[in-house]
C-alpha cells in the first residue's frame, strides 16, 4: 500500500533551492552529498546567480523547471522561504524540507513566519519537514538529503510522520530513534503500538533528561523535552529498546537486523585469546545474561578442534592455532545445534589486512544456517578487507565490548517482550464523583470515600465527628486501632501529631481522641476540622506506594514503588501509562530493584501480588476515566500480606485537577 | 636511576627463538610487528632451518650469534622451551618474553616444565614474561614484542614488575593496567602506593569478575581471580581508575593525557548542532557532572561570536556557521578564562576530509594557552585528515559519547583524589586478646568482651548466669531494656527466640528472663547456655552495619553499608583494605549510597558521623592488628545517633581464624 511519505523518501526528482557552488558551504554540500551517495533521479539546483553549477543545469526559480518535482529542498534565508515555498506549492512541488533556521526558535516576528509556514502545508497539502531540519537520508533509495551525515532524523515536527512511515516500511527492519520531543502524541503512540504488534524494534534516544538539556531543546526547538521518565514509560510500554548513546544505539541495531531472535539468555563465548575471552564472558554475565559451564558430552566434542593449551568449558578458548586449523569455526557449528546455549558471542582480533579466521567461503554456510544469534566482536580495530567479507556474508563486526554486551541483552528482553493487552477502561460503569469533588483540596476522609464509591477496597473506618460517637467507633473497628485527625486544611497529618497508632483500650482512644484535637489546634487554631478517623491497625505486610499523575505529554500515568524512606533514596520506582491490566501491573512489580521483598525475601512469606496488582490496575483505571477530575492519586502505603491474604490501604490522598 | 627492566623494555638486541618466513603464522609475524614498528636495535632470528629470513641473518642457536643480547622472544613447542632459556641463560642474554603455551594452564607434566622455568630464572636472574605471555609494546621504545596488536599487558607473571617499572617511567604519563590477578601483592601495592603519591593515574581493568570469568582465568594463567570486591577496594584506596571497557579506558587516558586537572565540576558543552549539544549537555549531566546556565554578562560576549539562531545558555550552540565565522575558536578562549566552569566539551562533526573547523594553525594557539580541560568530541567518524590536524596540535579527537562523559568524570573525581595517610596500626599498644578466643566458636557476650577489652565503646550490659542475678542486673540497666541469650552453640539468637525488646517493667523482665530460656532449650536442647545478657534498649539511630574480614589476597578488609534488608537489597556497602583512618572511613560512608540517611535526610538530623568514622577506624585496626587470630568481625546494627550523641553498637559478632 503506498504510504502518502513514498514521494518524499523516495522522490523521483528534488529540487535544491538555494544551491551553490561553493562546496565548502552548506548549500554547496547539499548537492555534492546527494551526488556523491549517486541519489539516481533528477536534481534541480535553483539560484538565480548560475548558469550551471557542477555540470548541472541551474534555473533562476522553480517555476522555470516546467518538470514535476517531488521534493524542493530549502536552504535560503529565513524571511525569503515562505515565498520559496508559495512558489513551490504553486509549481505542484509534492514535499520540503526546510534546511534554513531562524524561526520559532529565535521567537517574535521569526515565529510568525513559521506559523506562516505551518499554515501554508495545511492549504496546499504539502508535506513539510523543518524549519532548521537535519533533512534525512534513506541508504535504501540512495537518497542523501541532508548536509550533515548524522543519523538523527527528527521524528516530531508536526504533522509530519516519519516515524509511521518507517513503521510500515518494508525495507526498514529496525527503526532508530532520536526525540528531542513529541508534538503529535496520537500519532506517534499509534505508530509505536503497530510497532510493536508487528514485532519492529524500535531503539531509541531521547535527549532533554538533564537540566541543562531541557533548558537548551526548549531554546533549539522551541519545544518542551518533557518529563523523561514519562517517556520511558511508554518506551517500556511499547518494548522500545532506549539506549542513549550512538555507537550503542548502532551496535543494537546491528545485532537485531543481522540475527534471529534467541530463545532464552544462555551464552556460549567463543575467544581467540585467553584474556579477551574472560573479558567478554565477564561483560555479558555483568549484563545479567548467563554464561553456563558447558555439559562434559559437548566439552569433549570442542576438545577435539582445539589444541591441547584450549579451553572448552565456556569461555571456549580455541587459541590462535585453532582459528587456522578450522576450530573456531567448527565449535560455532557445534555450539548452534546445542541446546545448552541461546546465543553465541565470538571474541576475535580482525585487524589484520590479509590474515583472516573467516573469509567468505567459510563464513557464508556457518551463516546461513544459524539457528541462533551469532554476535562477532573484535577487540582490535577491524580492518576493511575483514569488514568487507563480513559484510558480504551477511554479518558485521562489531566494537566496543560493552556495547556488545548491551546488545545481546537488549536482544534477550527483546525476544521475551510482550504488548500487553491495553485495559478496559472504556468497560468500567460510568461513575459519578463529582460530589466527591466539590471543595478545593480532599482529606484523608473524602479520598478515601471518593475511591470507596469508585469500587477500590478500603479498611472499614468510621468519621467521628464528637466525641459522643467514639464508643461505636471503637466497637467497629476493635482493639487495636489506628485515630487520625481530619481536616481538608491538615494536609500532613503526621507533622500535626495528628495520628495515634496501636492504641488498645477505651481509656487509651478517649485520651487519644483529646489530644489529636488539640494537636491540631496548636498546628494550625483556624483549621475546619471534620473529625477523627478512627480503624482497626492493619494487619503487618511490605510497605508499598502506589499514585498516578498527569504527564503534559503523555496524559495518566501510574507510579509503584517501594514504600519507606528508601524509595526516595534508591529511585526505584516503576512508571507506565494509565490505564494497566493487573497482568501489565504485575510486571511493573516485576521490574522493581525491591520485587525480591514481595517475592518472599530472606525466608520470609511470598506476598499478596495477585491482589497489589489488581488494586494497580484498578487505581490506573480511576485516574483514566476521570482524566478531566484528578490529577493525583496516592495510596502510601498499602500493605502487602502473606499470599491470598490480600493487600491494605493505610492512607490515601486525591488531588482535584484545577480548574 | 636505571630500572632492571630498562634492558626489557628498551633492548639494543633481540634475539627471536623460533623465528620464521611465513607471516601468516605467530613466529613469523613476531618479526614482521617488530620491522614495521621500526625497531631500532638488532634483531637476531634464531632458526636452524633457515639460512636468512627477509634479508636478515638467521642464526642456528642463540649461541652462534656471538653478540649481547638484552631481549630473547620465545615461540617453539612447549618441550624445548626449557632447554633454549638453558642456551640463552649460558649466552648472557638478560631478559625473555615466551610466547609459547601449553604449560602450568594445562597442569600434570606440562606444569612441572613451568616450575623448572621459574628455578631457571631464580638461579640464573634472568627476567622471564611468560609463558603464554601476549609480549609488550612499547611506543616510546617502537619495540613490538608482541603478536597481537593489544594494549592488555599482564602486569601479574612473578617475579616481574612491569607495574613498577611504568610507575617510575618518566616517559608514562598515564597506566593502562589489565589485571587476571596478582601474585606478588606486596610489590603490586608498593608500587600502587608510589604511583598515588607521585600522581600518575593507573586505569585498570580487572577480569575475571563473573563467576564464568573466575573460572576461565583458573584455567588460562592457573592463577585465581580474586573476589573483585576486594580488588575494587583497593583500587579505590591508590585513586585507581576502574574500568572494564577497553574503548572507555583508552578514552580516559586520551583525556587525561591531553588536559591539566579541573577545579571543579562544572562543563562548559559548546556545539556546533543543537540536537548533539543537548545529548551532549545530557551526558555529562548524567555522569553527575554540572552543565550550570552562564551568567547573563558571559552570554552576551558569546551572543557576539554567533549568528542571532544560535543558543549560549550552556549548552552554547555555535551553529555550523559559528565554525566557519571563528565564534566557535573565540567561545572557547572566553570560556577558557572564565571562572564559570571548569571543563569544556566541544561537540563537533569531524568527518570531512577538507572542510575542518579546526586546523593546526587555529588549534595551537588555543590549546597551548589551555588553562584548563578542552575535550572533542566528533559525532561522526573523525577523518583522518581531522585527527592529524588535532594530534599534531596536542590534542585527541574522541568517538564515543559516553565513554567521554565517564571520562570527564573519572577526570573530576581524579582530581579530587587523595592519597588518605596510613592508619597507625603499628602505634597500637600491643595487646592479647587470646584469653577470648579459646573457645571455637564466640557467643555476643565473648564478642562484645573482647572488644571492650580492645578499647571499643560497647553498652554497659550484665550477664546475668542465673536468676538470682536479674534484679542488680534490672537495677543497672534500668527500663527500658533488652535481654538476649547467650549461647555459643545458638548463632542466630532472633531465629531462636532469644531476643526480647523494650522491656519496661520488673515483672516483664523475670518473665522474660524464664521464656527466654524454655525457647533456647526448645530450639537448641543440648545447647551449653552462658545467660541473659540485660543491658539498656539503645536510643534510636540510624541502622548501620560494620565488619570485617580476610580477603585471600590483599588480607583484612572493612566494610561498612546501611543496616536492614535494603543492604543486601541494594547492594550499598563499600570496601576497604583494613586498616583506615577515621579520616578515610568518613569517605566510606560518603561513597554509600545511603550517605543522605547519615546527613539528615527529610529534615530529619544530622547523624554523629565523626563518632562512627572513629568506631569504624577502630575495628579495622583491630581486624589488621589481629589478622592471624580473627578472621571476621561483625557489628550489626551499630546505631548511629544525631551529633554529638555517639553511636551504639547493639549486636556483635566475632569470628575466630581457624588454626
Redesign the interface.
Given at each position: 500500500m503506498p504510504h502518502p511519505l513514498d514521494s518524499l523518501f523516495a522522490p523521483d526528482s528534488i529540487a535544491l533551492i538555494g544551491a551553490s557552488r561553493d562546496?565548502?558551504?552548506?548549500p554547496g554540500?547539499l548537492l555534492s552529498m546527494l551526488r556523491k551517495n549517486e541519489f539516481p533521479g533528477k536534481i534541480f539546483p535553483i539560484n538565480p546567480n548560475y548558469g550551471d553549477i557542477d555540470g548541472l543545469k541551474c534555473y533562476p526559480a522553480i517555476a522555470d523547471v516546467g518538470q514535476p518535482i517531488d521534493l524542493a529542498i530549502v536552504i535560503i534565508p529565513a524571511r525569503a522561504v515562505l515565498g520559496a515555498l508559495e512558489q513551490c506549492a504553486a509549481a505542484g512541488v509534492k514535499n520540503a524540507v526546510i534546511i534554513s533556521?531562524?524561526f520559532a526558535?529565535?521567537g517574535g516576528d521569526s515565529a510568525a513566519m513559521q506559523d506562516a509556514i505551518v499554515a501554508l502545508a495545511k492549504n496546499t497539502g504539502m508535506r513539510i519537514s523543518g524549519p532548521?531540519a537535519?533533512g534525512f537520508y534513506s541508504q535504501a533509495q540512495r537518497v542523501a538529503a541532508t548536509?550533515?551525515?548524522?543519523v538523527?532524523v527528527?521524528p516530531d515536527a508536526p504533522p509530519l510522520e516519519f516515524f509511521e512511515f518507517m513503521v510500515q516500511d518494508a525495507s526498514t527492519d529496525v527503526i532508530l530513534l532520536?526525540i528531542?520531543g513529541i508534538r503529535d502524541v496520537d500519532k506517534f503512540l499509534a505508530a509505536a503500538r503497530r510497532a510493536a504488534e508487528i514485532g519492529k524494534p524500535v531503539i531509541v534516544?531521547k535527549?532533554?533528561?538533564?537540566?541543562?538539556?531541557e533548558?537548551?531543546?526548549a531554546?533549539?526547538?522551541a519545544s518542551m523535552?518533557g518529563w523523561s521518565a514519562a517517556y520511558d514509560a511508554v518506551f517500556a510500554k511499547y518494548g522500545f529498546i532506549v539506549s542513549?548513546?550512538?555507537?550503542?544505539a548502532v551496535t543494537i541495531a546491528a545485532v537485531l537486523t543481522t540475527n534471529p531472535m534467541p530463545k532464552g539468555d544462555r551464552v556460549a563465548?567463543l575467544t581467540v585469546?585467553?584474556?579477551?575471552?574472560?573479558?567478554g564472558?565477564?561483560?555479558v554475565?555483568?549484563q545479567g545474561l548467563q554464561?553456563?559451564?558447558l555439559s562434559e558430552s559437548i566439552q569433549t566434542e570442542i576438545r577435539k578442534l582445539l589444541?591441547?593449551?584450549g579451553?572448552a568449558?565456556?569461555?571456549i578458548?580455541v587459541?590462535?592455532q585453532g582459528v587456522?586449523s578450522g576450530g573456531l569455526q567448527r565449535s560455532i557449528d557445534l555450539l548452534d545445534v546445542s541446546d545448552e546455549v541461546d546465543a553465541i558471542l565470538v571474541v576475535l582480533?580482525l585487524?589484520s589486512d590479509?590474515?583472516m579466521p573467516f573469509k567468505q567461503a567459510e563464513l557464508k554456510p556457518v551463516l546461513s544456517a544459524q539457528n541462533k544469534p551469532i554476535v562477532f566482536y573484535s577487540?582490535?580495530l577491524p580492518s576493511h578487507f575483514a569488514r568487507t567479507e563480513f559484510a558480504a556474508s551477511g554479518a558485521v563486526v562489531l566494537?566496543?565490548?560493552?556495547h556488545v554486551g548491551v546488545a545481546m541483552r537488549q536482544m534477550v528482553q527483546r525476544a521475551k517482550f510482550r504488548l500487553a493487552p491495553p485495559a478496559a477502561v472504556a468497560a468500567l460503569p460510568p461513575r459519578d464523583i463529582s460530589a466527591h469533588l466539590k471543595s478545593a483540596t480532599l482529606s484523608e476522609f473524602d479520598s478515601k470515600s471518593l475511591l470507596r464509591d469508585a469500587g477500590i477496597a478500603l479498611p472499614d473506618e468510621v468519621l467521628v465527628s464528637y466525641r459522643g460517637e467514639l464508643d461505636a467507633a471503637i466497637a467497629r473497628a476493635g482493639f487495636p486501632l489506628v485515630m487520625k485527625i481530619q481536616s481538608r486544611d491538615i494536609p500532613h497529618k503526621s507533622e500535626a501529631g495528628g495520628v495515634r497508632v496501636n492504641i488498645a483500650s477505651k481509656g487509651e482512644a478517649f485520651a487519644a481522641y483529646q489530644a489529636l484535637l488539640e494537636s491540631a489546634g496548636r498546628h494550625r487554631p483556624d483549621a475546619a476540622i471534620q473529625g477523627v478517623l478512627v480503624g482497626p491497625m492493619a494487619k503487618k505486610g511490605v510497605e508499598i506506594i502506589v499514585g498516578t499523575l498527569l504527564d503534559a505529554t503523555f496524559g495518566p500515568m501510574i507510579m509503584v514503588g517501594l514504600g519507606g524512606?528508601?524509595t526516595?533514596?534508591?529511585k526505584?520506582v516503576i512508571y507506565r501509562p494509565a490505564p494497566v491490566s493487573a497482568a501489565e501491573a504485575s510486571a511493573m512489580l516485576a521490574a522493581l530493584?525491591?520485587a525480591?521483598?514481595l517475592n518472599g525475601?530472606?525466608g520470609a512469606a511470598k506476598t499478596d501480588i495477585p491482589a497489589l496488582s489488581q488494586l494497580i490496575a484498578q487505581i490506573s483505571m480511576l485516574a483514566a476515566q476521570f482524566v478531566t477530575e484528578i490529577s493525583e492519586i496516592e495510596i502510601n502505603p498499602v500493605l502487602v500480606h502473606p499470599q491470598g491474604q490480600g493487600a491494605t490501604i493505610v492512607d490515601a490522598l486525591v488531588v482535584r485537577k484545577k480548574g
Open positions: 562546496l565548502e558551504k552548506i554540500r533556521s531562524g526558535e529565535e532548521n537535519e548536509f550533515s551525515p548524522t538523527g527528527n532520536f528531542e534516544t535527549v532533554g533528561r538533564s537540566g541543562a538539556g533548558r537548551a531543546a531554546s533549539h526547538t523535552a542513549n548513546d550512538l555507537d550503542e563465548v585469546s585467553g584474556g579477551a575471552g574472560i573479558w564472558a565477564d561483560t554475565a555483568m554464561v553456563p559451564e589444541p591441547s593449551y579451553a568449558g565456556n569461555p578458548d587459541t590462535a587456522h582480533s585487524s590479509t590474515r577487540y582490535t566494537s566496543g565490548l560493552t524512606i528508601t526516595e533514596l534508591f526505584d530493584k525491591a525480591p521483598l525475601f530472606r
